[in-house]
Nanobody
Framework: VQLQASGGGLVQAGDSLRLSCATSGGTFSTYHMGWFRQAPGKDREFVGVIRSGGYKEYVNSVKGRFTISRDNAKNTAYLQMNSLKPEDTAVYYC????????????????WGQGTQVTVSS
């Protein structure tokens, strides 16, 4: 399975961005799709996940601001980020798995290459 993340950029605090994660080579609808981020000098952290059945979970710091969705017909997952803050600055990664503890990076077998999101104050 190949994942391609895109949509990052440089924005100001309060702005919005939508990241996309296009997949190929697998049955997209069967995968749980996770989003992670890694800021400079920090570990990669869980942002949220959309399960194959559509159930969504988020880390507390993004609840109410970020929304994950998926379009199984397009084999693509999305991360809509609103009300961005400087502390959201990171490289954002999408990942895919069939099972496991979905907040853990080690659970995911497949990863995209990451897309940089920079939020200026």
């Amino acid at each position: 399975v190949q994942l391609q993340a895109s949509g990052g950029g440089l924005v100001q605090a309060g702005d919005s961005l939508r990241l996309s994660c296009a997949t190929s080579g697998g049955t997209f609808s069967t995968y749980h799709m996770g989003w992670f981020r890694q800021a400079p000098g920090k570990d990669r952290e869980f942002v949220g996940v959309i399960r194959s059945g559509g159930y969504k979970e988020y880390v507390n710091s993004v609840k109410g601001r970020f929304t994950i969705s998926r379009d199984n017909a397009k084999n693509t997952a999305y991360l809509q980020m609103n009300s961005l803050k400087p502390e959201d600055t990171a490289v954002y990664y999408c990942a895919a798995t069939h099972s496991g503890k979905l907040y853990r990076t080690a659970t995911y077998e497949y990863w995209g290459q990451g897309t940089q999101v920079t939020v200026s104050s």
